[in-house]
């Protein structure tokens, strides 16, 4: 079964400053890797997606992420964080095959600093 | 897109109990998600939801604790029956919108749910 793996449980990051939220994956077969973020109180909002073609891929309010298939990984980026970017981040990876289900990291708390 | 309309948003419940969490969906979907959030945990997938058929359960899940109505393309409800303090969690509505598969989920904003 597919598996997703945010090793760290918050990542702290002075404004300004290039954000990285990590993800490693493990499937059988062709991952398709997303990114969702949760504000207080809200529900999951849809970031970006890769499912084939260009590895960097761009996505909703200046993130972007690159996919790595040697390195299994689905990092998320940055340039420069904003105090609004403070929020859950969850990683998540599904395969089109088998239970076809999508599965979620644990999260990773982002918490930027002014 | 779509929008996600999930009630109540919260809610404070006593043990054994049951709860009936409301999902609209502001268009037509084929396959309505329902989700578990508990605190300071992911999310795990309860069931899926298919209009004019009976919900698909995940692993650890069963219907005569969580049962699930679909009555519409754009409607459905779930249910946490008999509750006890194990099932204060925050419950998720979602739908994919795109090519089945890799399309994109759009959730619900939870309902929360505390039992005392």
């Known amino acids: 079964a597919q598996s997703v793996a945010q090793p760290e449980d918050q990542v702290n990051v002075a404004e300004g400053n290039p954000l990285t939220v990590k993800c490693t994956y493990s499937?059988?077969?062709?991952?398709?890797l997303f990114w969702y973020v949760q504000y207080p109180n809200r529900g999951l909002q849809f970031l970006l997606k890769y499912i084939t073609g260009d590895n960097l891929v761009k996505g909703s309010y200046g993130f972007e992420a690159e996919f790595n298939k040697s390195q299994t990984s689905f990092h998320l980026k940055k340039p420069s964080a904003l105090v609004s970017d403070s929020a859950l981040y969850f990683c998540?990876?599904?395969?089109?095959?088998?239970?076809?289900?999508?599965?979620f990291g644990k999260g990773n708390q982002v918490v930027v600093i002014p | 897109s779509a929008v996600i309309s999930q009630k109540p948003s919260r809610d404070i419940c006593q043990r054994g109990t049951s709860l009936t969490i409301q999902c609209q969906v502001d268009?037509?979907?084929?396959?309505m998600f329902w989700y578990r959030q508990q605190p300071g945990q992911s999310l795990t997938l309860i069931a899926t939801a298919n209009q004019g058929s009976e919900a698909t359960y995940e692993s650890g899940f069963v219907i005569d604790k969580f049962p699930i109505s679909r009555p519409n393309l754009t409607f459905s409800t779930l249910t946490v029956s008999n509750m006890s303090p194990e099932d204060s969690s925050i419950y998720l509505c979602?739908?994919?919108?795109?090519?089945?598969?890799?399309?994109?989920?759009?959730f619900g904003e939870g309902s929360r749910l505390t039992v005392l």
């Open positions: 998540a990876v599904r395969v089109l095959w088998g239970n076809n289900r999508l599965a």
């Open positions: 268009s037509q979907v084929t396959m």
């Open positions: 499937v059988s077969g062709n991952p398709y």
């Open positions: 979602s739908v994919e919108v795109g090519v089945s598969g890799t399309g994109e989920l759009f």
